[in-house]
Each structure stands twice: as structure tokens, then as C-alpha cells.
């Protein structure tokens, strides 16, 4: 009688546990694996299945010593296997939305190895770089598309604009810059797997 009542109160107290896990980790975790994929319906099959290893590690008894970390790992590999399962997708077919239109991003990532760490890293840095770019102001982000997606001299930039070159080198410059710091710790993340 007295192993079903300890048996219950650990129970409880695993329950207890992963409750907590789960309420303290979740957003975060979720906002983490929807930077890595575009499908809604996929983020929410990789959170519950990060969820789910957890409920089978506690149930098991393995000890785990930061469940954060942990998580993010099992997220990361969950991830991969996706992306093995997929056929990568040709970097030319994605594409960054402006206002205006769809502009190529393959002259603006480095090559990458084929196979899953590659589309990985390939998503990861797209969805950087859309992001670096929404964020931007508007004069810097045409100016930089304007240059780089769209191979435009800075005086073929001035001559449709009617803006000053010197004004517009100094745009791209600072635009340059704003990628640059927001994708460098994307670099320093994947240099550190």
C-alpha cells in the first residue's frame, strides 16, 4: 500500500514538474522552431513532439540537468529530420516580399553544402534576412535591393529616385551594417554547432 502512494506522489510531483517545464518554456520554444520553419502546421508537429521526448525522458527517469537547453537540442534535431525528409528547395525559388514584389535571395547567401545542414542553415539565414530587412527603414531596404538584388549602378538608383548618390552610398552602407550585426550571430550560432 505504501509503494501506491509513493508511486502517486511521484506522479504528482513528475506531473507537477513538466507542467512547469512546459509553461515556462513553450513561447519561447515555439517562437524558436517558427524562425526555423515557414509551415505553421509543422512548428506545432515539432513542438509537440519536443514535448513529447520530455514526457518519455521523465517517465524514464533520465536525468536531465538544463531542460532548456535540452529542449532546443531535441528541437534542433527534429528539425533536421524534417528537413532530411524534405527536398530541399532551390535557393532561387525563395524569395524576400517587399513592397513593390519578390526579389531572388540567391546572390546574397554564401553556397552551402547539400543535404539537411545546408537547407537548415539556408532556412535559418533566409529567415534572418527577412527579418533584418522588415525591420529596416524603407530608404536603407531599397536602396540595398536596389543595388544588390536588382544589380542597379548607384547612379541608374539616383536617376529613379532623384536621390543624391552620396546619399544613397550612405544608405546601402548603414544597411549594410544593420545585416551584418543581426547576421552575425546567426553565423556565430551555427559556427558553435
Known amino acids: ?90 535557393l532561387a ?14 546572390d546574397l547567401l554564401p553556397a552551402f553544402d547539400p543535404g539537411p545542414e545546408g537547407a537548415y542553415t539556408r532556412a535559418l539565414l533566409i529567415d534572418e534576412l527577412e527579418d533584418a530587412l522588415e525591420i529596416m527603414p524603407t530608404e536603407q531596404r531599397e536602396v540595398f535591393l536596389a543595388h544588390e538584388v536588382e544589380g542597379l549602378s548607384f547612379k541608374e538608383i539616383s536617376a529613379r529616385t532623384g536621390v543624391g548618390i552620396n546619399t544613397l552610398i550612405a544608405r546601402k552602407h548603414y544597411a549594410v551594417l544593420q545585416l551584418r550585426e543581426r547576421l552575425q550571430a546567426i553565423y556565430d550560432e551555427i559556427q558553435d554547432e
Do not use: C, H
Request: hydrophobic fraction near 45%; charge should be neutral.
Open 93 to 106: 525559388d525563395q524569395a524576400i516580399a517587399t513592397n513593390e514584389d519578390s526579389r531572388a535571395l540567391e
Open 1 to 90: 500500500m505504501q509503494e501506491l502512494a509513493l508511486t502517486a506522489r511521484m506522479n504528482a510531483e513528475q506531473t507537477r514538474q513538466l507542467s512547469e517545464v512546459v509553461g515556462r518554456e513553450r513561447l519561447r520554444l515555439r517562437n524558436w522552431i517558427r524562425r526555423q520553419l515557414a509551415d505553421p502546421a509543422e512548428v506545432d508537429d515539432i513542438l509537440q513532439d519536443v514535448f513529447i521526448e520530455l514526457v518519455l525522458a521523465y517517465q524514464s527517469l533520465k536525468p536531465i540537468e538544463d531542460v532548456g537547453a535540452w529542449l532546443f537540442r531535441v528541437a534542433r534535431n527534429r528539425i533536421t529530420d524534417l528537413f532530411r525528409k524534405k527536398k530541399p528547395e532551390a
